[in-house]
């Protein structure tokens, strides 16, 4: 799997909803996350690195721990 899908797997639905707003994706149903996740997998401007801009630290901390990059540390 692929940073980015590994990003838009961990995403709950108001994430999704934040970032399909913020960076003015049109056309997915906000109220259904797998459009919306669909609409960012296809966005060639939303990279892995746009979506890690919109993480949490937890979430963050299980995409490290998704693609083997170590989550312990400062």
Do not use: F, H, N
Not at 17 to 39: F, H, S
Not at 60 to 74: I, M, R, S, Y
Request: glycine share 10%.
């Amino acid at each position: 799997m692929t940073l980015k899908l590994t990003i838009l797997s961990i995403l709950t639905r108001p994430g999704l909803r934040a970032i399909v707003d913020d960076l003015g994706i049109e056309g997915p149903d906000r109220r259904k996350p797998e459009e919306m996740k669909a609409a960012l997998r296809r966005a060639r401007s939303v990279t892995a690195e746009v979506l890690l801009g919109y993480l949490s630290y937890e979430q963050l901390k299980e995409v490290c721990g998704e693609v083997g990059v170590e989550t312990a540390g400062k």
